[in-house]
Structure formats: C-alpha cells, structure tokens
C-alpha cells in the first residue's frame, strides 16, 4: 500500500491517515479554543489515532477495503478483527507501551477510576 489509510466513509471513499489526523488535529483545536489552549487540541487531534499507522491495523483496513489481496502473507480475517485492532498511540513503535492503562492487564475503567 502506498498511503496509510484511516477508514472508508459512509460515502465509500477512503480517507488518508494524514487527512483524517489533519482534520481532526484543526477541530480539536478549535474546541480547545474556548479553554485558551489550541495547540493541545492540535497536538491531541493529530495523536488520537495514531496508532492506525501499525503494521496490523494497516493489513486489517487493507483487507477490508479490498487493497490486499487474499492470497498475499498481510491479508487478515478482517471480518473477525471489526473493533478489536488497538489503533491508539500506544501502538506507536518506540513508545515500548507508553500511555496504556495501569493495573491488571488492559482494564482500563481501573486506571479511569483513579482519576
């Protein structure tokens, strides 16, 4: 694959990981207006799925939207992975799991309950 894609659109098109990260990054921004803090909505909107560019979610949207062919070593069982493809930042290589949930293993309404 050639551009790192985020999702497919209600409308069929697909959306670049860049443009998708893109506009979000400006809409969390002006949310972040009203706080007087833009640059942290910036920064936050352009993070949010910036796990989308790992290895397994690329093969999972690859799959889905028909851009890996089901013969080739990356295609997945796409249907079987629908809401189970971590696509957080923690997923970011190099971040050696920074930012994923403290406590027993992934629970994450234990780490929340803390704050």
Known sequence: MNKFIAHRRKDGEEQSLESHLSEVGDMAAELAFKLGVPEAGTVIGLLHDFGKFSASFQSYIGSATGKIDPDEDDY????????????????????????????????KENWLAKY
């Not at 796409?78 to 992934?106: A, C, E, M, W």
């Open 76 to 107: 997945v069982n796409f249907r079987g992975l629908k809401g189970k493809i971590d696509h957080s930042i923690t997923q970011v290589p190099g971040l050696n799991g920074y930012g994923k949930p403290v406590g027993s293993g992934d629970d």
